[in-house]
């Protein structure tokens, strides 16, 4: 059965500041990986999508990776800035479905 | 376009009761998904349709859950009798191609008493 795991469970840093968030996977069979934002009280929304023959997506500042070898995902985020807050969920699609991850909660400190 | 819609935003309900959440798909996408939102368990998918067909729903949790689609425009996921631990955020999502790309509603959080 597909685990999904992101550590840390929660970060906060210092505007500015470069960070990286992580997402482990025990099924490398999946097809592809999507990093999601959710905002308190609101639905999620997909950031970005990395197909199993990719190895990296970038949107703006931020990048995300995919290491099916190793069942590892990272996202990227530069220059982080306040209005980056929010939870990030990573999901593996396998099966025809998304299995996600418990999400890492970011706070970024002005 | 509103995006998905869904309604109530919160439900407050007693042990026992029955409770009906509600959603509306965005207007042309053929899949609509429900999951659930615990601190525990985190985001877990409950059922899917395609085409108003349910296609899987292995995620729902037991003989109290169901959920329907009677037309490409609404759905509804139903728990009766309600429980506390069924206190959860519930959200709908559609798509017009599968589960890559999902479009997610605000939830509905429900809390038993």
């Known amino acids: 059965k597909q685990e999904v795991t992101q550590i840390p469970a929660a970060l906060s840093v210092p505007e500015g500041e470069n960070l990286v968030l992580n997402c482990s996977f025990t099924?490398?069979?999946?097809?592809?990986l999507q990093w999601f934002r959710q905002d308190p009280g609101k639905g999620l929304t997909s950031l970005l999508l990395?197909?199993?023959?990719?190895r990296e997506q970038t949107s703006g500042r931020l990048n995300a990776s995919l290491d099916k070898s190793s069942g590892r995902s990272t996202l990227y985020i530069a220059a982080s800035q306040p209005g980056d807050s929010a939870t990030y969920l990573c999901?593996?699609?396998?099966?025809?479905?998304?299995?996600f991850g418990q999400g890492t909660e970011l706070s970024v400190k002005p | 376009d509103a995006g998905v819609i869904q309604s109530p935003r919160h439900e407050v309900t007693e042990m026992g009761q029955e409770v009906t959440l509600r959603c509306k798909p965005i207007?042309?996408?053929?899949?609509l998904f429900w999951y659930r939102q615990t601190m525990m368990r985190g985001l877990e998918l409950l059922i899917y349709?395609?085409?108003?067909?349910?296609?899987?729903d292995s995620g729902m949790p037991e003989d109290r859950f169901s959920a329907k689609m009677p037309n490409a425009s609404f759905s509804t996921l139903k728990i009766q009798p309600s429980e506390p631990r069924d206190s959860a955020v519930y959200f709908c999502?559609?798509?017009?191609?599968?589960?890559?790309?999902?479009?997610f509603g605000p939830g509905t959080r429900l809390t038993v008493l």
């Open positions: 999502a559609s798509s017009l191609t599968g589960p890559d790309t999902q479009y």
């Open positions: 099924d490398s069979a999946i097809y592809n």
């Open positions: 990395i197909q199993s023959s990719q």
């Open positions: 999901a593996g699609g396998q099966g025809g479905k998304l299995i």
């Open positions: 207007s042309g996408h053929d899949y």
């Open positions: 349709f395609n085409n108003n067909v349910p296609i899987d």
